[in-house]
């Protein structure tokens, strides 16, 4: 098995903070064993890695990431953690799946509570709930079908109105918008970050180790540019660029999305907007619409342009073009901020898979997977991987069925087929959602 690519943003994570960047780990150089290899620190990853070090203190663990937790997608999210699923579909299968996903996302959320607290983890945790808004005034359905999957699940919410919206968000961008208590806000680098950095004593990270070829074997070899690892069992975190593994998984499509951070508003700014505390927005359309958030520290992110992310990678030249999209978004948003400018823009890979169900569980012998995020995997992710750490040493767990019950991914194409698909149904979401930017 080998990657064909290793990821790539030329770009810059708006949510680093200088000193996040000084906890890096050192690149593995030299041959060395293991009982288990994590590859990929992101949520997945990391949640794994901990789970199978803490069931058994004995085991040895490495996690190896090709660049680190600071620069995975888990990082360079817009940090919103979701307890909730989105589509729910109107027949028993889908509502008995919806409650499913939502208690495999409720318990990644008191996972990561827990460990925040532990750990007295900083990362501007913030239980504040989330809008979720149209500017398409034709097409009520939408979130009437939104309001009827909540009424199904018995989900609280409130549904706002123009005016109302204004007060909430200082833009009348917005016709509607129904807000939901349950989702929290965070600063994702910080929270990914500090989670790798607190690993148990018998996980041993690497950072800056891309993962070129698995040699399969009762002990396998994982090799990295500078030093091979034997290893009993592994575990492929690497999210959308397992679609770079050949032979493929053939299930997962890798996108990319882009975010952009403007500079915190000052005292003068900030009074022509009504007084506001930080808040979270998710669009009806997320190929099309903008996720927006007003932070803390009184800045403004666009997470707005989802495209095919061919090899994992994302040009300087892509990262432009989203600047100036998000800029002019800014714009129409806030008119009245024309003078507050976006500092930094940058991009993140996701898996997607045709539909919508993840890739969890053993690809082969010894060896397993939790990807297939679809765009959506803070607390998803966490649990995946936690779930898939006690089905893998066959330790009993409630949830690993309300796992198994998301369904498996459909088989997806080669490329170029897969790319032309991918592009035509980009094309078609974009258009359906024009009216959302
Ligand atoms: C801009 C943006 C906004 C988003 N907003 C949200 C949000 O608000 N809420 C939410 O829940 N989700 C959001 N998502 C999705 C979320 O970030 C992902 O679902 C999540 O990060 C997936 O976690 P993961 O651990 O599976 O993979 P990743 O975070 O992608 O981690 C995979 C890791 O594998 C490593 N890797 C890849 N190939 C190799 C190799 N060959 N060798 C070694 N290492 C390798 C990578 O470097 C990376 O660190 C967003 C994504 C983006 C890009």
Not at 192 to 207: D, H
Not at 289 to 312: C, E, M, P
Not at 343 to 352: A, F, L
């Amino acid at each position: 098995m080998k990657y064909a690519s290793v990821p790539l943003n030329q770009n810059q994570n708006g949510w680093l903070k200088e000193d996040l960047l000084s906890t890096a780990f050192p690149t593995l150089v030299g041959n060395t064993q293991a009982d288990w290899v994590v590859v990929g620190s992101g949520f997945a990853g990391v949640s794994f890695a901990r789970r199978l070090a803490n069931h058994d203190r004995n085991l040895k663990i490495i996690l190896i990431d090709a660049a680190s937790a600071a620069e995975s997608s888990s990082a360079r999210n817009s940090g919103f953690i979701i307890g909730l699923p989105h589509n729910i579909g109107s027949s028993t299968a889908e509502l008995k799946k919806a409650h499913s996903y939502r208690s495999l996302l409720q318990e990644g959320i008191n996972q990561l509570t827990t460990l925040i607290e532990q750990q007295g983890i900083e990362c501007e945790w913030e239980n504040v709930g989330k809008y979720h808004c149209q500017v398409d005034t034709t097409q009520e359905r939408v979130l009437k079908e939104y309001t009827d999957n909540l009424d199904t699940m018995s989900e609280p919410y409130q549904v706002l109105e123009k005016e109302s919206l204004y007060q909430k968000l200082g833009t009348r961008f917005y016709n509607k918008g129904i807000y939901t208590p349950s989702a929290i806000l965070v600063n994702p680098a910080s929270l990914i970050t500090a989670l790798a950095n607190c690993l148990p004593e018998n996980v041993t990270v690497y950072n800056n180790t891309p993962v070129l070829e698995i040699l399969p074997g009762n002990i396998a070899q994982v090799v990295t540019p500078y030093g091979t690892i034997k290893t009993a069992k592994i575990m492929l975190a690497t999210n959308a660029l397992s679609r770079e593994l050949a032979p493929v998984i053939s299930k997962q499509a890798a996108m990319a999305t882009f975010a952009s951070i403007t500079a915190p508003l000052n005292p003068e700014q900030r009074r022509r907007l009504p007084a506001m505390s930080s808040w979270g927005l998710t669009p009806v359309n997320a190929i099309a619409g903008a996720t927006l958030r007003y932070t803390q520290d009184h800045r403004f992110l666009i997470r707005q342009h989802v495209t095919a992310a061919l090899n994992g990678r994302i040009t300087a030249a892509q990262t432009y073009r989203a600047t100036q999209l998000h800029q002019r978004l800014f714009q129409k948003i806030y008119p009245q901020l024309g003078d507050v400018p976006l500092t930094r823009t940058w991009s993140g890979t996701i898996s997607v898979t045709r539909n919508g169900a993840p890739v969890w569980g053993a690809l082969g012998k010894n060896i397993y997977t939790a990807g297939g995020c679809n765009g959506a995997g803070v607390s998803k992710q966490t649990i995946a991987g936690t779930l898939l750490a006690d089905y893998a040493l066959g330790q009993d767990h409630p949830l690993i069925g309300a796992m198994q019950e998301l369904g498996k991914a459909n088989y997806l194409p080669p490329s170029p087929i897969l790319d032309v698909a991918i592009a035509a149904s980009l094309m078609k979401e974009r258009y359906l959602g024009r009216k959302e930017i």
